[in-house]
């Protein structure tokens, strides 16, 4: 199956961007449709965003739309978040994952933190 290396992230004042990658690895990564995920300090594990396999359909979670884009390059096999206008509440754990039948795969990366100061 398909491995991922999620990078980008880091420390970020409130109202910055930070822009992150998942680079995939192991399988066709055009094959799946991708989404980020994030999981802050005892909370579960969200959905941030979604995209299909070639981009044509896309979803984002109510909390950061318009806020958030997801892109990807398959010839690259890589997935972006591009992330502005941060907020503390986006203080999480970043990763990214394949989605199939709605559900994303038992196996993830190591994610990266994203930590945005007030």
């Known amino acids: 199956q398909v491995q991922f290396v999620e990078s980008g992230g880091g420390l970020v004042q409130a109202g910055g961007s930070l822009r992150l990658s998942c680079v995939a690895s192991?399988?066709?990564?055009?094959?799946?449709?991708m989404g980020w995920f994030r999981q802050a300090p005892g909370k579960q594990r969200e959905l941030v965003a979604r995209?299909?396999?070639?981009?044509?359909?896309?979803y984002y979670a109510d909390s950061v739309q318009g806020r958030f884009t997801i892109s990807r390059d398959n010839a690259q096999k890589t997935v972006y978040l591009q992330m502005n206008s941060l907020k503390p509440e986006d203080t999480a754990v970043y990763y990214c994952n394949t989605v199939i039948a709605g559900l994303p795969n038992d196996f993830w990366g190591q994610g990266t933190q994203v930590t945005v100061s007030s």
């Open positions: 192991g399988s066709t990564f055009s094959s799946y449709t």
């Open positions: 995209i299909s396999r070639f981009g044509f359909t896309i």
